[in-house]
């Protein structure tokens, strides 16, 4: 088992929320897993036909998505206790997920890449290996189009 996910650095496991996600849920179930780290969006998409991480190799079976991760992390590992075992809890916790996915991503998105400080922490782990003018353009292109990505969803 392979999760695929964007990586993090100076504490930050990954840049993607999603992708926390599932790695906590993997650890939660005490899965065998091992992580491998993308940072080009070529490479993500020679497995992913979305684009996007996290993706969880099973087998040969790449599933993209986390909600669907979850949802087959729950098949596989019942006793990991992923969601609540009664209907109105699972219905409940069914919501929630959504809500957070939807809603207060978006304001973890701000935390990360708006927020003034943060953003300077978090541009420094995930730029800090380049060198110092690649570092430097990154950090004013990309910072700028997540803040203007920020605002398009009304969190900037």
Known sequence: ?????????????????PCLKVELALRLVRADFSIRNHRSIREVRKFSITGRLP?????????????????????????GKL??????????DQL?????????????FYLRWVHPENRVRFLNALLGGLPAPA??????TLGAAQIRRARHHGTA
């Open 1 to 17: 088992m392979i999760l695929h996910q964007y990586p993090g650095g100076d504490g930050i496991g990954s840049i993607s929320p």
């Open 55 to 79: 993706v969880l190799e099973l087998d040969g079976e790449f599933i993209a998505d986390s909600t669907l991760i979850l949802d087959r992390l729950e098949t596989m590992f019942p006793a």
């Open 83 to 92: 969601s609540p075992q009664d209907p109105k809890g699972r219905i409940q």
């Open 96 to 108: 929630w997920e959504h809500f957070v996915n939807d809603y207060l991503y978006w304001y973890g």
């Open 135 to 140: 570092r430097w353009i990154a950090k004013r």
